[in-house]
Nanobody, 120 residues
Framework: QVQLVESGGGSVQPGESLRLSCAAS????????MSWYRQAPGQERELVAG????????NYADSVKGRFTISRDNAKNTVYLQINNLKPEDTAVYYC?????????????WGQGTQVTVSS
C-alpha cells in the first residue's frame, strides 16, 4: 500500500521559513517524479514545484521562484520543500504527489496534505 505522509506545516508569521517533508512508503521512490502542490480555500490546487527521479532537474511556479526549493533524498524516500520568506498568500494546504509513467500507464499518488498558515 502506497503512502505519502506530509509533515512540517504550521502557523508562522510573514518572513519566516518552513521545511515541509513528504515521506513515501510502499513504492520504489527513486522511480517516481515528485511534486508539491498547494490549495488555498476556494481555489484550485496548483503545482508549485517538481523534481525528477534523480533530483537533477527541478521546476517551479513563477509565484514561488526564488523562495521555494524542492529537494529529495532517495535513500530516505523523502522529498522536501524549503519555503523561505513566507507570505500570507502562501497560506494553503500543501500536498506532495508521486508520479511515474510505465508502458503507457501513469501511476500517481497523493498525500493527505499539511496546512501552512501565514499571518501576522
Amino acid at each position: 500500500q502506497v503512502q505519502l505522509v506530509e509533515s512540517g506545516g504550521g502557523s508562522v508569521q510573514p518572513g519566516e521559513s518552513l521545511r515541509l517533508s513528504c515521506a513515501a512508503s510502499g513504492l520504489t521512490f527513486s522511480s517516481y517524479g515528485m511534486s508539491w502542490y498547494r490549495q488555498a480555500p476556494g481555489q484550485e490546487r496548483e503545482l508549485v514545484a517538481g523534481i525528477t527521479v534523480t533530483g537533477g532537474s527541478t521546476n517551479y511556479a513563477d509565484s514561488v521562484k526564488g523562495r521555494f526549493t524542492i529537494s529529495r533524498d532517495n535513500a530516505k524516500n523523502t522529498v522536501y520543500l524549503q519555503i523561505n520568506n513566507l507570505k500570507p498568500e502562501d497560506t494553503a494546504v500543501y500536498y506532495c504527489k508521486a508520479v511515474r509513467s510505465f508502458i503507457g500507464t501513469t501511476y500517481d499518488y497523493w498525500g493527505q496534505g499539511t496546512q501552512v498558515t501565514v499571518s501576522s
